[in-house]
């Protein structure tokens, strides 16, 4: 199995940044890493995905704005987040999934996921 283990939400003015981490555990070798939220009476939105050959992808909503990357020697996903809007306000998550297509696919697509940490933009 993999373990997920999100960190580094918190309160933060619109136009402010904060750096999501994702601490992931077990053998997750070929995996795609990614990132969803989810906000109040909204459906969980996919915001950015790397696959195992580092290539990226980003939601249109964050598209300039966040940065999705992986530190293969501390086995952690990050997600900076720029330029911060009150509608990024949200529960993030990250997830890992054996995925064979590009882009950051549909949340059925990952089997693995943390427990969740909470962004607000005020």
């Not at 969980?44 to 300039?64: C, L, M, N, Q």
């Not at 990250?94 to 995925?99: Q, V």
């Not at 297509?101 to 607000?120: H, P």
Request: net charge negative; aromatic share 10%.
């Amino acid at each position: 199995d993999v373990q997920l283990v999100e960190s580094g939400g918190g309160s933060v003015q619109a136009g402010g940044t904060l750096r999501l981490s994702c601490t992931v555990s077990g053998y997750y070798n070929s995996y795609c890493l990614g990132w969803f939220r989810q906000a109040p009476g909204k459906e969980r939105e996919g915001v950015a995905a790397i696959d195992d050959d580092g290539a990226t992808t980003y939601a249109d909503s964050v598209k300039g704005r966040f940065i999705i990357s992986h530190d293969n020697a501390k086995n952690t996903l990050y997600l900076q987040m720029n330029s911060l809007f009150p509608e990024d306000t949200a529960l993030s998550h990250c997830a890992a999934g054996l995925r064979t297509v590009a882009g950051i696919g549909n949340s059925t697509e990952y089997a693995y996921w943390g427990q969740g940490t909470q962004v607000t933009v005020s």
